[in-house]
């Protein structure tokens, strides 16, 4: 039979120890968690803004290679950009009408690396964000946030409008 030694020292926490801690992490949790989920709707925002930097950059260069081919009117594909399947308007901007469609303009002038984009009615778990042709102009719903946030694009005057909501 084993005696209980009042001498040897007790291992272990606590319960008030256990309860400190435990308080001191839920603050710390109170805190934290409101910082994350804003760090999270940040990082939407970015991705949003960036890629309608690329669309922007992309539209330019379209414009800039028909303004060098010395054209003046409409093309079936401009010369010397991407793969030579982009249309242009009378004005020099990147046609969806003769392109494809929204989301296959989109795919010409991102190239590679692009986010995924489906045509609307058409998207999958994996996309990012859905296109749609509304007044002439094609608009990108970026999926991931649900938000409704957009980017927009306008063959006529060549600008690319990013909404954040």
């Known amino acids: ?25 839920a603050i710390l949790a109170a805190f934290a968690l409101p910082r994350f989920a804003q760090l999270s709707e940040q990082a939407h925002q970015s991705s949003i803004k960036g890629t309608a930097g690329a669309l922007s950059a992309g539209v330019a260069l379209a414009k800039a290679q028909w303004v060098t081919n010395g054209s003046t009117t409409a093309v079936a594909a401009i010369e010397g950009f991407g793969n030579e399947d982009v249309a ?16 296959e303009l989109w795919r010409r002038l991102l190239q590679s690396n692009a986010p995924e984009v ?37 063959p006529i005057t060549g600008e690319v409008v990013t909404n954040l909501n």
Request: aromatic share 8%.
């Open 118 to 154: 489906a045509a609307a009615g058409a998207g999958t778990p994996t996309t990012e964000y859905q296109a749609s042709l509304s007044g002439g102009a094609c608009v990108y719903e970026y999926l991931p946030d649900s938000e409704g946030s957009t980017i927009e694009y306008a």
């Open 88 to 103: 242009a308007n009378e004005d020099g901007w990147p046609d969806p009408a003769n392109s494809g469609g929204c989301a």
């Open 1 to 25: 039979m084993t005696q209980y030694n009042s001498k040897q020292k007790q291992k272990g926490f606590t319960l008030i120890e256990l309860v400190v801690v435990i308080a001191i992490l």
